[in-house]
């Protein structure tokens, strides 16, 4: 296995660390609804996510009509419009209005990339995988629909993700190299670049004791990769110059790691009621997680630099534009599930 | 299920009909190595196929590289360099050259269609769908490599299939636009408009008694869809015109259904050894093919008849240019494995 050093962000920059650690990875306390209803500055991330994820969903529906053959549009519609709080759509959108696009112009992206992120979610349930039962608060996909149904619902979600996003740039009049480019940035954030080379080195991982690179190439790959293909294509989409784009992928990288400590913390800090799926499972199959290899509080520590990594990364852009993604990782960090 | 009309060809232009029907699917005959190793007119088939073969397997070798995860990228490589005959790359690239583009250009596209071919073996050979343990005369890819790692496998060549079209496009310099169509082509034949809508509806007739119209719906979506969509794709890329594109469609759908019918035939006339593959496996499974509804006199008559329409659809293009999708058409037809 090649060695991966550790994600480290440094230096670190000055920051009000109580006040942003008190309210890290579960933990609820007095300022809790001040920081979630809306910032200093009057902006809302829930009211932002709220609006971005109304579009997406809407796109989604009309994307995938209930036809022939059923059972297969039944079990893709199921996973796809499951709700969740569409954090890739939303980051998507924001990255492509952060360098000027629109979001017409980058709903079709974001749509692909939920459709990616749904089909990852079916096969990684699949009892030869995770083997995972709940999901959201309803039975996995081979739960509801057999397990054949399922892996092919996921292999449709996959093609579709490409057909929508080539369909849906050239409908709304996104430059055909621009959409390209986007392509490949999505694709290969979902094979031996990403997704499927994450799960397979944590699917070999299990029962072992893993050392903090490992765990790191895992989360790189199979949370943090995706997010950073959202962000990236939507300033692809959207216009950006190189710059922009790449100061896109660093935020995103930092923003998906935040992302995945943060999960594993609440992994073993909530309910499965509260998750919306089977909590504690990670100590129960002795998987590597943050927590086990730093300690709580030690991951709630590396959380906080994630964070504060994220924000420094947004200083190169247009002021007047950085609200929603500054907000997206305060709310990624802040997550109670 | 929507009712499916099956596909016929009509009129039937006249055919020195014994010729044909006596080395269709499986017939050895006289005139047997006079038709496979070269037409009338000096071209070879053979040749021809094995020097587009010969292009796409360096291209594919170089485009999957063994690295980490290791067990990974050998699973993936142990099924897309299996060799095999090449149909659809070189179906790709004939269509390409048909209409006055290179090989060059074509190359990534015939590349990204037999991954998506590969990928769609390795998922229908899944214990959770059509169990198979042979493929190509050696053990299938979960067989090889274990059930969650091949489903991974196929999974990631869906996506590198994607990525590697996208960027080969770009490198070769096909223009953006056309690249962009060829993935939504391509993409669309491998869901709910092709490959795993087709094997929805084939795992739910198995063991039930289909009409003809499901048969053909279960062919026309598992097999000809894909050989339909690297013809297409190639004439795009290749900078076809509409009329040439949708001549390129009917071409190749009326070839990708006769592909089927032999298929058909083949599996209960030949043994698993000259197949390389399970033979009188549809039998056993009481799976509908056309032998079964058709006789297999009836099977290869019909064969016959898709042999005419196709051959018939080249007319429209420039007639220096049909020679390889003539013979192709016929090399598929003729075919003993």
Known sequence: MAKVAPFRVQPRPPLCRDRVMLKFCGRNTSIHATMEGGGDDGF???????SKAA???EELNRSLPLQHPECLHESMRYSLLAGGKRVRPVLAIAACELVGGDEAAAAPLACAVEMVHAMSLIHDDLPCMDDDDLRRGRPTNHVAFGVSTALLAGDALLALSFEHLARGCAEH??????????????ANAVGTGGLVAGQVVDMASEGVDVSLGTLEYIHMHKTARLLEAAAVCGAIVGGGGQGEIEGMRRYARLVGLLFQVVDDVLDVTRTSEQLGKTAG????????????LMGIDGARAYAADLLVGAEAELQRFDPTRTEPLRHLARFIAYRQH
């Open 44 to 50: 809302s991330i829930e009211r932002y996510m709220a």
């Open 55 to 57: 579009t997406v969903n």
């Open 173 to 186: 009049g996104v430059p055909a190299d621009r959409a390209l480019r986007a392509v490949a940035e999505l």
């Open 281 to 292: 499972k990670d100590l129960a199959t002795g998987k590597a997680t943050y927590p086990k």
